[in-house]
């Protein structure tokens, strides 16, 4: 079994920067790709960026690509999301993710979830 846990979220001025990050506990092979989501009140949960865990290959939405960064760190078994240059559309929950199977940009896809962790930006 995996259990996620997400943390580092907060509240950020425009421009800002915070890093989110996610611990995760079991085992995560190394063809399994941990993604970050997210959700604003009203919307649905959307992909933000994603890594595959061995081969640390990775994938960003086109509106975080440039100020989003994901990384893991094996040994810790954490994931991070760097984010710079933060807008208020990027307030939402954020959630880390694993897929078993590899990589993806569908929730449902996705095999475990984290309780998320709330980023606010104010302008």
């Known amino acids: 079994q995996v259990q996620l846990a997400e943390s580092g979220g907060g509240l950020v001025q425009a421009g800002g920067s915070l890093r989110l990050s996610c611990a995760v506990s079991g085992r995560a092979f190394s063809s399994s790709v941990m993604g970050w989501f997210r959700q604003a009140p009203g919307k649905e949960r959307e992909f933000v960026s994603q890594i595959r865990w061995g081969a640390g290959t990775t994938h960003y939405a086109d509106s975080v690509k440039g100020r989003f960064t994901i990384s893991r760190d094996q040994g810790k078994k954490m994931v991070y999301l760097q984010m710079n240059d933060l807008r208020s559309e990027d307030t939402a929950v954020y959630f880390c993710?694993?897929?078993?199977?590899?990589?993806?940009?569908?929730?449902?896809?996705?095999?475990?979830w984290g309780q998320g962790t709330q980023v606010t930006v104010s302008s």
């Open positions: 993710a694993l897929n078993r199977q590899g990589f993806s940009v569908t929730p449902s896809e996705y095999d475990y």
